[in-house]
């Protein structure tokens, strides 16, 4: 009896924002939405709904207008455990879920006006990379791990095909053996961010680490069964999110180059580099895996043996011996609304606070 009262309260404490939030995720997850957007989308709604119960909001008819600025102003006095404000790029990833939820409502007539129709989001200012690499910052960096050791031989592998390829946290995590062409120069990334596949180019240089480690150091991680991870943990199994960054971070913080970052400060490195070397915008967004950047709508696409030619003429460790300057390759003709060097930036700081928002969760 005991136990039905309990289940009884419990059921009682489920709001109606708390089920259409629900029924809009699901309607998410069958329109083939990622998990892990749906998991993001989840996290912002869930502040908005639990600030809401806190004033005793608990169905869509009761948000108005009103209530959603003062959600608003929350946000923008709002302060996080370190004491620090949201940054105007997360106040804006918080607000931009309720926009597309209550638009979802009202199409499927769970309310008859949308109150965020008419909610401006804050406008998200141009800043500088913040803690880019440079080309001899990163080779102290890779040069720290001990190789004779299987997961130092590991870490170095990591940190070369970060630097190398700019591939996402996630993508390097979810990197199977059947992926890599190394003959080709190629790795095959799976579902990456937005579900979409993509191959980018990997270097001479990271592909003999990483061959190095698939020879030496991987059998000695590996267990049974293997499920073909490329990297693997101490303990035989595939890395997590944060155990990634952790491996990565610590890294970096053993050089002590009063920069701080990981996964995501080589990702921006890279683009940096080969943008100082003379790579087209345009170029490294496709390797970056930029759908679309802010400002743009559909960009040119380039084939892989293109992308390969700029990343060895553009990248600092794309072959094994360090080469001579060559000359920037001839990028497409320019288009309208083709993206920009802040465009590019912009993208990926703004990846960077959605990294910073996944250790909040």
């Known amino acids: 009896m005991a136990r039905v009262t309990k289940q009884r309260k419990t ?12 029924e809009h995720l699901q309607a998410m997850r069958v329109r083939n939405y990622s998990e892990q957007t749906v998991h993001t989308r989840e996290f912002h709604l869930s502040f908005f709904i639990q600030w809401c119960q806190e004033r005793g909001i608990e ?9 959603i600025e003062r959600y608003q102003r929350h946000l923008f006095h709002y302060r996080k455990k370190n004491g620090q404000p949201l940054t105007f790029r997360s106040q804006h990833s918080r607000l931009s879920p309720l926009r597309m939820w209550f638009r979802w409502m009202t199409r499927q007539n769970h309310i008859l006006h949308n109150p965020a129709s008419e909610l401006e989001l ?3 200012g141009r800043v500088l990379p913040k803690n880019i690499l440079s080309a001899d910052e990163v080779e102290k960096i890779l040069l720290l791990p001990d190789i004779h050791d299987p997961i130092g031989l590991r870490d170095r592998a990591i940190m070369e095909v970060l630097y190398s390829t700019g591939i996402r946290r996630m993508e390097i995590i979810g990197l199977k053996l059947y992926h890599l062409s190394l003959d080709r120069g190629v790795v095959f990334i799976q579902q990456g961010k937005g579900k979409k596949d993509r191959y980018v180019p990997i270097g001479e240089r990271a592909a003999a680490w990483l061959e190095l480690y698939i020879a030496e150091a991987r059998p000695r991680l590996a267990l049974e069964p293997d499920d073909l991870t490329v990297f693997l943990t101490a303990q035989g199994e595939p890395f997590n999110r944060d155990h990634m960054t952790s491996t990565v971070k610590e890294r970096i913080d053993a050089a002590k180059l009063g920069k701080t970052g990981a996964c995501h400060l080589f990702r921006h490195t890279m683009a940096t580099l080969m943008h100082e070397n003379g790579a ?8 970056l895996g930029h759908a679309r950047l802010e400002t743009t709508q559909i960009y040119t696409q380039v084939s892989i043996r293109t992308l390969q030619q700029v990343h060895t003429a553009t990248h600092p460790s794309a072959t094994l011996e360090h080469h001579a300057e060559t000359p920037p390759m001839i990028a497409p003709e320019a288009q309208p609304g083709d993206p920009t060097t802040e465009d590019l930036f912009a993208a990926l700081d703004a990846e960077s606070e959605e990294d910073e928002e996944d250790k909040e969760q």
């Open 11 to 22: 059921e009682a404490r489920t709001t109606a924002l708390e089920i259409m939030m629900r």
């Open 59 to 67: 169905a869509p008819v009761e948000v108005t207008r009103p209530v």
């Open 122 to 124: 804050p406008r998200l």
């Open 280 to 287: 087209d915008i345009r170029f490294i967004q496709e390797m």
